[in-house]
């Protein structure tokens, strides 16, 4: 790399220092500074993180997420924790530096870079996970996430496409690059790792968040997104971090409303869409940045079942088990009567049916009658 191309970088990474990028390392350096003076006092350094567990979480309807609760460990430099200790020092000056320089580690790279920390490298990619999750536990009471702290997850984002605009940066220059989702003939723009740079601009109605990657590419090859006015975005089951981020940061930016169009299936309600919506009780502390609180579930509902003759297919064990918990012991569904009405009601049924099977009707039945059709009323939709 030329000297120049350098300078230009240096700068463009200099400039492109935000209050999130200054915040963290402002935060890092006080929480290894707090572990000076206690030496220096002659006491034990400690770090206290907040307890990571389903007993520490609570469903706040105001906030429409699952928030955690006040509850933290502490964990303080003794014989049998000197080596966690030190790793987790390692991999926060890991991310100072990653924040300094504008660049970005995997969770697999962080991994590999602690096998030059001597004593204090991993093993196994578990053990760095658990470190690295401790870590953004830490920091999300700061409001940074992981992504910020400059470690991003191996999985890519979902797919795009639809009436949208999004603005992104050339990592080298800084220089700003429009995307336009409407021209990616049969493909889509995929959302990167991080989202947190990136800009938008769009007049779309809605963002219509799908899980199957089938019923995606039907809706955009016949460009549902034209006909409705809307933004297309491929879950793909679970949906991604980056995806929820994404969906997120995009619905506030353009002030619209998100739908999500899922399998009828206690996976699909329990899992993916809720997840979506509220997150999930074992992380949390990342919630409140990924979760999608104003997002509705359009369908397929149990009652669509009824009302469209779909095909179906028998719950099994899991499944049943699922939606059991889901009304016994998932504080969000309890808050809400119609999804205690509708989780019941599919029990009763004892069936499940994909988005696919209204293809019973036809190939485009779903893009010309029932997609239409449900649109024309989401106060209907389930919370």
């Given at each position: 790399?030329s000297?120049?191309?350098?300078?230009?970088?240096?700068?463009?990474?200099?400039?492109?220092?935000?209050?999130?990028?200054?915040?963290?390392?402002?935060?890092?350096?006080?929480?290894?500074?707090?572990?000076?003076?206690?030496?220096?006092?002659?006491?034990?350094?400690?770090?206290?993180?907040?307890?990571?567990?389903?007993?520490?979480?609570?469903?706040?309807?105001?906030?429409?997420?699952?928030?955690?609760?006040?509850?933290?460990?502490?964990?303080?430099?003794?014989?049998?924790?000197?080596?966690?200790?030190?790793?987790?020092?390692?991999?926060?000056?890991?991310?100072?530096?990653?924040?300094?320089t504008?660049?970005?580690?995997?969770?697999?790279?962080?991994?590999?870079?602690?096998?030059?920390?001597?004593?204090?490298?991993?093993?196994?990619?578990?053990?760095?996970?658990?470190?690295?999750?401790?870590?953004?536990?830490?920091?999300?009471?700061?409001?940074?996430?992981?992504?910020?702290?400059?470690?991003?997850?191996?999985?890519?984002?979902?797919?795009?496409?639809?009436e949208?605009?999004?603005?992104?940066?050339?990592?080298?220059?800084?220089?700003?690059?429009?995307?336009?989702?409407?021209?990616?003939?049969?493909?889509?723009?995929?959302?990167?790792?991080?989202?947190?740079?990136?800009?938008?601009?769009?007049k779309?109605?809605?963002?219509?968040?799908?899980?199957?990657?089938?019923?995606?590419?039907?809706?955009?090859n016949?460009?549902?997104?034209?006909?409705?006015?809307?933004?297309?975005?491929?879950?793909?089951?679970?949906?991604?971090?980056?995806?929820?981020?994404?969906?997120?940061?995009?619905?506030?930016?353009?002030?619209?409303?998100?739908?999500?169009?899922?399998?009828?299936?206690?996976?699909?309600?329990?899992?993916?869409?809720?997840?979506?919506?509220?997150?999930?009780?074992?992380?949390?502390?990342?919630?409140?940045?990924?979760?999608?609180?104003?997002?509705?579930?359009?369908?397929?509902t149990?009652?669509?079942?009824?009302?469209?003759?779909?095909?179906?297919?028998?719950?099994?064990?899991v499944?049943?088990?699922?939606?059991?918990?889901?009304?016994?012991?998932?504080?969000?569904?309890?808050?809400?009567?119609?999804?205690?009405?509708?989780?019941?009601?599919?029990?009763?049924?004892?069936?499940?049916?994909?988005?696919?099977?209204?293809?019973?009707?036809?190939?485009?039945?779903?893009?010309e009658?029932?997609?239409?059709?449900?649109?024309?009323?989401?106060?209907?939709?389930?919370?």
């Amino acid at each position: 790399m030329s000297k120049k191309t350098n300078k230009r970088k240096s700068s463009a990474r200099r400039n492109g220092r935000n209050g999130i990028d200054r915040l963290t390392i402002e935060k890092i350096k006080e929480a290894a500074a707090g572990i000076h003076q206690s030496i220096l006092r002659g006491r034990k350094p400690g770090m206290k993180f907040p307890v990571r567990a389903l007993s520490n979480v609570h469903y706040s309807p105001s906030k429409g997420f699952f928030e955690l609760g006040r509850r933290k460990k502490e964990r303080t430099l003794t014989v049998t924790t000197i080596k966690t200790f030190a790793q987790t020092l390692k991999l926060m000056e890991l991310s100072k530096e990653l924040v300094e320089t504008d660049d970005f580690a995997t969770k697999r790279d962080a991994y590999y870079q602690s096998k030059n920390w001597g004593e204090a490298r991993f093993d196994e990619q578990s053990e760095s996970d658990a470190v690295m999750d401790d870590i953004e536990a830490l920091f999300s009471l700061y409001g940074i996430s992981r992504e910020q702290l400059r470690f991003y997850p191996e999985e890519h984002g979902g797919a795009v496409a639809g009436e949208l605009i999004v603005i992104d940066r050339d990592p080298e220059t800084g220089e700003r690059i429009e995307i336009d989702c409407t021209r990616f003939g049969t493909g889509s723009y995929s959302i990167p790792h991080s989202v947190e740079h990136l800009e938008f601009k769009t007049k779309a109605k809605f963002i219509l968040a799908i899980e199957t990657g089938g019923m995606y590419q039907r809706l955009q090859n016949q460009k549902f997104w034209k006909k409705a006015n809307c933004i297309l975005v491929e879950m793909g089951g679970v949906p991604t971090r980056a995806t929820r981020r994404f969906v997120r940061r995009l619905s506030e930016s353009a002030r619209i409303p998100v739908y999500a169009f899922v399998d009828c299936d206690p996976y699909g309600i329990s899992n993916i869409y809720r997840t979506l919506k509220v997150g999930s009780g074992n992380a949390a502390h990342i919630n409140k940045f990924f979760c999608v609180p104003h997002a509705r579930f359009l369908g397929v509902t149990p009652q669509d079942i009824i009302d469209y003759d779909l095909p179906t297919h028998p719950l099994k064990e899991v499944d049943i088990k699922r939606a059991k918990d889901a009304l016994k012991n998932d504080p969000f569904f309890q808050q809400h009567k119609e999804w205690v009405k509708a989780l019941k009601q599919l029990l009763k049924m004892g069936v499940r049916a994909e988005q696919q099977a209204l293809a019973k009707w036809g190939l485009n039945y779903v893009i010309e009658e029932y997609l239409p059709a449900k649109l024309k009323n989401p106060k209907k939709f389930l919370p």
